[in-house]
């Protein structure tokens, strides 16, 4: 098992830069991919981004050049600085983690609201 656990979210105003953190513990060995997620009422999760086993990063269009996503493995932490913020950029935010074996392992951490309004 492992388990995530998000921080750093709140309520910024627009322009303005948070930094989200995903702390990982359990057997994290052999996480192929990490990265994070949101959800906006109503709507189901989507990428924002994500770190592929060694640097290889996708980023979703609209954070591209905002966002950039980062992973410690020695304090097994991942990272989501954002920048820039919007308003359309409100939501749940979920670090994530899948280990690719014989079996697919997928873990959600429990969220953290990023609210951007003035």
């Known amino acids: 098992q492992v388990q995530l656990v998000e921080s750093g979210g709140g309520l910024v105003q627009p322009g303005g830069s948070l930094r989200l953190s995903c702390a990982a513990s359990g057997r994290i060995d052999s996480i192929n991919i990490m990265g994070w997620y949101r959800q906006f009422p109503g709507k189901t999760r989507e990428l924002v981004a994500r770190i592929i086993t060694g640097s290889n990063t996708n980023y979703a269009d609209s954070v591209k050049g905002r966002f950039t996503i980062s992973r410690d493995n020695a304090k097994n932490m991942l990272y989501l600085q954002m920048a820039s913020l919007k308003p359309e950029d409100t939501a749940v935010y979920y670090c994530?983690?899948?280990?690719?074996?014989?079996?697919?392992?997928?873990?959600w951490g429990q969220g953290t609201q990023v609210t951007v309004s003035s």
């Open positions: 994530n983690a899948v280990k690719v074996a014989a079996i697919t392992y997928t873990y």
